[in-house]
C-alpha cells in the first residue's frame, strides 16, 4: 500500500510566521505535489516536482515555496503566513510510468492562521 | 487546456437510493485519463477508478459504477443502495498536461459533497 504522510493534521500559525509542512511517502514515487483545497473552489495545484532538487510551478504559487532534498520527502514553505493561507493543505505522490498521473494522498493538514 | 465540471455541488439522498454523480469534461488531447476520487470527513482522498480515454466500456465494482461517454464528454458515477459510509466529497479528475510535460498532472473539478441520511 501506497503511504503518505503529512507532519501535522492541524496547526495554527500567527501572520508572518514561517510555516513548514512536510510530507514523506514511502514508495519511491518520483512525482510529488502540493495542493491547497478551500470550499466551492475544489483542490488547486500549488508545486510539483518530478525529481529531487526539480520544482515547478502549479496554478498558484505566490506566496509558498517548495524544497525537495531527497526523494520522499517534499515540503511546503509558506515565508510569511498570511490569513488569506488559512487552508487545507494536501500532498500527493505518483510513480513514473504508465501509471503516473494516479495520484495518492496524504492525510491532509488543515493550517489556521491568525 | 484541460477542465473539469462537476455541476452538483451538494447531493442528499436516503440510504438504499441510488445517486448518480455527474461530471463533463474538456480537453484537445486524444490520450487521457479520467479518475475519480473520494474524500471522507477524515479528509484523505482515495483513489476510487482511472478510466482510459480509449475505452468505453462501462465499469461495476460492487455498488459503484461508472458510464464513460466520449461522445458526451462525460463520465458519470453511480453509487447503487447508497450507505451512509458513502458520505464523502467525490471529485473527478482529468490527466494531462498542456505545456507538454511528460509529467501527470491531473486537473480535478470542484467536488460533489453527497450526505446520505439513514
Known amino acids: 500500500d501506497v503511504k503518505v504522510t503529512q507532519s501535522s493534521r492541524y496547526l495554527v500559525k500567527r501572520t508572518g510566521e514561517k510555516v513548514f509542512l512536510e510530507c514523506v511517502q514511502d514508495?519511491?514515487?518520483?512525482?510529488m505535489f502540493w495542493y491547497r483545497q478551500d470550499p466551492g473552489l475544489g483542490l488547486r495545484l500549488i508545486y510539483f516536482?518530478?525529481?529531487?532538487?526539480?520544482?515547478e510551478k502549479g496554478d498558484i504559487p505566490e506566496g509558498y515555496s517548495v524544497s525537495r532534498e531527497k526523494k520522499e520527502r517534499f515540503s511546503l514553505i509558506l515565508e510569511s503566513a498570511s490569513t488569506n493561507q488559512t487552508s487545507m493543505y494536501l500532498c500527493?505522490?505518483?510513480?513514473?510510468?504508465?501509471?503516473?498521473?494516479?495520484?495518492?494522498f496524504g492525510p491532509g493538514t488543515r493550517l489556521t492562521v491568525l | 487546456a484541460q477542465k473539469v465540471t462537476q455541476a452538483q455541488t451538494e447531493i442528499s439522498v436516503v440510504e438504499k437510493e441510488d445517486v448518480t454523480l455527474d461530471c463533463v469534461y474538456e480537453?484537445?488531447?486524444?490520450?487521457?485519463?479520467l479518475f475519480w476520487y473520494k474524500q471522507p470527513p477524515s479528509g484523505e482522498l482515495v483513489f476510487l477508478i482511472r478510466?482510459?480515454?480509449?475505452?468505453?466500456q462501462n465499469e461495476i465494482s460492487g455498488r459503484y459504477s461508472w458510464n464513460f461517454q466520449k461522445s458526451t464528454s462525460s463520465f458519470n458515477f453511480t453509487i447503487t443502495a447508497s450507505q451512509v459510509v458513502d458520505s464523502a466529497v467525490y471529485f473527478c479528475a482529468l490527466s494531462g498536461d498542456d505545456r507538454g510535460s511528460t509529467l501527470g498532472r491531473l486537473y480535478f473539478g470542484r467536488g460533489t459533497q453527497l450526505t446520505v441520511w439513514p
Open positions: 500527493a505522490s505518483s510513480p513514473e510510468g504508465p501509471s503516473t498521473d494516479t495520484q495518492y
Open positions: 514508495m519511491d514515487h518520483e512525482n
Open positions: 480537453t484537445r488531447d486524444t490520450t487521457y485519463y
Open positions: 478510466r482510459n480515454s480509449f475505452d468505453e
Open positions: 516536482s518530478y525529481d529531487v532538487k526539480m520544482k
